[in-house]
Nanobody
Framework: LQLVESGGGLVQPGGSLRLSCAAS????????IGWFRQYPGNEPEAVSC????????MYRDSVKGRFTISRDNAKNMVYLQMNSLRPDDTATYYC?????????????????????WGQGTQVTVSS
């Protein structure tokens, strides 16, 4: 599984962005997909995940009610709609795949549970 992130940019506080994660490889439909973000000098932190079938989604507390993850298995795409963005959302965002599909068990796991990382996409929230 290989993933490529896109959709980042500069947005004012309170604004919105939609990140996209494009997948290639035969295991996409069987993999949970997670979005992670990384601040400079820090380890990646889990933001959200969606199970392979899309029936289970998980969010870290700080983004609940503001971010929505979705997937289109026919297009091999996963999206992260980010609304009401705040300066502390500023980070590089990555998506990863988990063939064990821990997200289906309501587990928002760490980055080490995922692979297939892309180059990331930068999100900057600033006025």
């Amino acid at each position: 599984l290989q993933l490529v992130e896109s959709g980042g940019g500069l947005v004012q506080p309170g604004g919105s962005l939609r990140l996209s994660c494009a997948a290639s490889g035969s295991t996409f439909a069987f993999s949970a997909i997670g979005w992670f973000r990384q601040y400079p000098g820090n380890e990646p932190e889990a933001v959200s995940c969606i199970s392979s079938g899309g029936g289970t989604t998980m969010y870290r507390d700080s983004v609940k009610g503001r971010f929505t993850i979705s997937r289109d298995n026919a297009k091999n795409m996963v999206y992260l709609q980010m609304n009401s963005l705040r300066p502390d959302d500023t980070a590089t965002y990555y998506c990863g795949g988990d063939l064990r599909d821990y997200c289906a068990q309501h587990i928002l796991g760490p980055a080490r549970d995922y692979d297939g990382w892309g180059q990331g996409t930068q999100v900057t929230v600033s006025s």
